[in-house]
Structure formats: C-alpha cells, structure tokens
C-alpha cells in the first residue's frame, strides 16, 4: 500500500517499484489525486480524495465527470475508484459502510460494490446496509439548485436508521463510512451521530472520494452540539492541501516513513 490510514495515528508508506506506480491516468488536474488528499482533518476524522468542480466549471476534469459517472452507477467508475482505493491501507479499520442515498430504502449499488471491494482488499467487516435510509430527503444539489436550504443533519439523522438485522457489532470498533462528494458533511455528521448513538465505537471515520470546491465543512458539534459524544479521537494522517498535479513518486523514498505537513 502506498497511504496507510489508521485509527491508530500512523501514516507511511512503502517504496514505489515499477510495478506499482499509479498510473498517469489517474494523475488528474487541478487535484492530485494520491499525492496530496484534498481535505485531511485528523480532528473530525474526515479525508477527502480529491475535488469536485461543478459541470459549469473550468476546472470540470475527467476526475470530476468519474464522480458523476460514479453517482449514475456507471460500472467504469467503480473500477476507476477502485484502482485508487486499492493505494490507501485502511486495514486497521473494523467494519467499512456508506452514507445512504437521498431515497428511502435505496441500495446505492455503487457504494456497495466500493464497500464489498475495500472489505475484500484490507480484510474487513463489510458493513453495507447497517446505515438505513428509511425517510427520502432532497438532494444536496437539488435544494441548491432551487434556492432551498440543503438538508441539515438532524433532517438527515431523523431519517436515518441502524439496521441491527446485520448483527454487526459495533462497540470497540474503528469505523469507515465512505461517500463520492463532501459537500457540508451534514450526511455523514448524521452517521456518526447514528453509530455513536446506538453504541460506543472506538472512532467513526469518513473517506470522500471528493470534496466539493470552495464548501465549509461542519463540524460535527456544529451539528450535534449538545448531543456530542467524546470518541477514542486519535490522529490519523497529515497532508498538505493542494491542487498541483506532480510526480507522485517522489513523496516516497527509500526505506523512510513519510509524514505530511
């Protein structure tokens, strides 16, 4: 693995050999994908990938229509994001799940086959399911493309339930809850307070596939705040934000850990 993200506070790598050197393709500007995440808040727990740029955008990249493509299920996409994951070690993590769709009881296929592929990849509980949409709320997008307020997180809780049918413990467990776009985090804000709520997990976790441009993301006590509930918080990774493309072997060398600053 090339990242090493842990619960436990680690973040290294390994050398790149000539076999495992990411492909040019997913080198896309204005982010770079690997090299540099475009958000890392250790404090939150909450590690975006790279950015989003609307279609009206400049800045709209292959990376951005793969986020598109991802959302409409296209199986191309699953494998493009796929190929990135594959470079992230997330194996001291316990139980892998996703933030649901906007429609009550939808499956979210290509969350799932993300889940089932990192489940496979680091050896981890597949937790698809355990987070159940069971009331449908309006898109993020769809209320802000027609001068709405975008769902908060206590809407998005309100419509949110833990399918205990999975039998999937919870307690003592470092969790990671994927999504494509972060745009306020009031979606994932709402998991968390749905895992913590319902048992006591060591960290609750978010990895975005993207993060929208130019959008504050909530904190979780801006949300909850006087529901927070004080996890195992331990530091994970720290990386620069940027939006260069560059070589990214030469974040690793030889026989040395790297830590971003």
């Known amino acids: 693995a090339i990242l090493k993200i842990t619960p436990n506070g680690n973040f290294g790598g390994k050398p790149m050999s000539n076999d495992n050197k990411i492909?040019?393709?997913?080198?896309m500007k204005p982010s770079s994908i690997i090299k540099d995440f475009a958000l890392v808040n250790d404090e939150e727990g909450k590690y975006a990938i790279g950015f989003y740029?609307?279609?009206m955008s400049v800045h709209h990249n292959d990376y951005c229509k793969n986020?598109?493509?991802?959302?409409?299920?296209?199986?191309?996409?699953?494998?493009?994001?796929?190929k990135i994951l594959s470079k992230i070690d997330l194996k001291d993590y316990d139980i892998i799940t996703y933030v649901p769709s906007h429609s009550?009881?939808?499956?979210?296929?290509p969350s799932r086959s993300l889940c089932s592929f990192i489940s496979i990849q680091n050896n981890i509980s597949d937790g698809s399911g355990i987070i159940k949409r069971v009331k449908t709320?309006?898109?993020s997008?769809?209320?802000?493309?027609?001068?709405?307020?975008?769902?908060?997180?206590?809407?998005?809780?309100?419509?949110?339930?833990?399918?205990?049918?999975?039998?999937?413990?919870?307690?003592?467990?470092?969790?990671?809850?994927?999504?494509?776009?972060?745009?306020?985090?009031?979606?994932?804000n709402a998991c968390k307070h749905l895992l913590m709520t319902?048992?006591?997990?060591?960290?609750?976790?978010?990895l975005f596939l993207s993060k929208t441009a130019r959008r504050i993301v909530r904190k979780y006590s801006d949300d909850f705040p006087s529901k927070s509930i004080n996890?195992?918080?331990?530091?994970?990774?720290?990386?620069?934000?940027?939006?260069?493309?560059?070589?990214?072997?030469k974040r690793w060398s030889k026989n040395e850990k790297i830590r971003l600053s």
């Open 23 to 27: 492909p040019k393709s997913l080198i």
């Open 53 to 55: 740029y609307s279609t």
């Open 67 to 82: 986020i598109l493509r991802f959302k409409d299920g296209k199986i191309n996409a699953v494998k493009f994001f796929s």
């Open 104 to 109: 009550a009881n939808s499956l979210n296929k």
């Open 137 to 139: 709320v309006t898109k």
């Open 141 to 188: 997008a769809t209320a802000a493309y027609r001068g709405e307020k975008r769902p908060t997180a206590d809407i998005h809780y309100q419509s949110f339930a833990l399918d205990t049918s999975l039998n999937l413990e919870i307690n003592n467990r470092n969790i990671l809850v994927i999504d494509d776009v972060l745009t306020t985090s009031a979606s994932f």
């Open 198 to 206: 319902n048992g006591s997990p060591n960290c609750v976790h978010g």
């Open 231 to 249: 996890l195992k918080s331990k530091k994970m990774i720290t990386a620069k934000t940027s939006t260069q493309n560059a070589n990214i072997g």
